[in-house]
């Protein structure tokens, strides 16, 4: 028997609502499936952080040694250039010949006044670039030479055209072949020093790459060792031939001549080796250690989430 046009219009409309209201609808489980999903990534990406943290850190420590290293071979290559306040202290050794002429000969105030007088200053000081010249006392530098490249001191050649207006004289044998190896060796530091100025500079913004791979790690290691040893064989080089004209200068029992080491030359370019040593001590320790996320990619390393438990990521 079939029940009356009205009461079967609202029982449909009352299915209809409850089915329009009905609490359990089919996007529930879809929401709970994307939380879910949502904090396994998250979890994930921590885990991430935590197993590669180590390298990460070694990592960044070797750029930023790096970094300083690059700073200090800018002051190395930019010192003695000009005659300001910071620069004029920055040099690889120092001549004193403001009393050349020991007081124990006659007249030895009178010579020495004489020798300036006609060219002869008081010191003569040395950086990469070039030597800049002037007098003890409020006068200071005088002059700087303009910077050359591959620039080496001749101390011969200067006193000869200071002192005796570009008149020649005869040199011995040793002193030609001693200005010869000097020649030699200051090229090897200049071209040394710039060189690994330039390779540090491009280190600061590569080192971090290892953090990746392993692979990174072997070529980054052999640009460090070869930037390291540039900057050990330059500083050995530096210290070499400062030295050496400090006894030779000192040697002459006949002159009273006077040299000092570049204190601050010699921080700086040591500073900037120790430096360049750490961070290839540091490149080639990742080579075989710290896990990088390349390891936890392809499974070669398992990692802990925050329960401890042992997880290998695909």
């Given amino acids: 028997m079939g029940l009356p046009a009205v009461l079967r219009s609202r029982l449909k409309g009352g299915s209809n609502n409850n089915e329009k209201h009905d609490p359990s609808s089919t996007s529930s489980p879809t929401t709970h499936d994307q939380t879910g999903t949502m904090g396994a990534e998250a979890s994930t990406i921590a885990s991430h952080k935590r197993a590669t943290r180590m390298r990460r ?80 006392g409020d006068i200071g530098i005088t002059y700087c030479s303009p910077p050359q490249t591959l620039y080496w001191f ?12 570009g008149a020649t004289i005869a040199l011995p044998t040793q002193v030609i072949t001693i200005l010869d190896v000097l020649r030699i060796t200051s090229q090897i530091m200049f071209g040394f020093f710039l060189t690994g100025a330039v390779l540090a500079f491009v280190l600061v913004a590569l080192s971090p790459l290892a953090v990746s791979s ?31 004209f400090k006894y030779a200068a000192e040697a002459q029992s006949d002159l009273n001549i006077h040299a000092e080491v570049g204190v601050r030359m010699f921080v700086f370019m040591w500073l900037a080796t120790g430096f360049s040593v750490w961070a290839f001590a540091v490149h080639s320790g990742m080579g075989c250690c710290c896990t990088s996320k390349r390891d936890l990619r392809i499974g070669r390393r398992v990692m802990r989430d925050g329960r401890g438990v042992r997880r290998s990521i695909q």
């Avoid at 790690?217 to 390291?228: G, T």
């Fill in 57 to 136: 850190n070694f990592a960044l420590s070797a750029s930023f040694a790096y970094l300083l290293s690059w700073i200090f071979l800018v002051l190395v290559l930019i010192g003695n250039t000009r005659n300001v306040a910071v620069l004029r202290g920055i040099y690889f050794f120092k001549l004193d010949l403001a009393d050349i002429i020991p007081t124990s000969v006659p007249n030895a105030s009178l010579i020495n006044s004489i020798a300036q007088s006609i060219g002869l200053h008081d010191f003569y000081q040395v950086g990469l670039w070039n030597f800049c010249e002037g007098y003890i």
């Fill in 154 to 165: 001749n101390p011969v050649e200067i006193l000869m055209s200071e002192l005796l207006s």
């Fill in 214 to 244: 392993r692979w990174w790690s072997l070529p980054l290691a052999i640009v460090s060792f070869v930037e390291m040893l540039l900057l050990v064989a330059a500083s050995i080089v530096a210290t070499a031939i400062s030295i050496a």
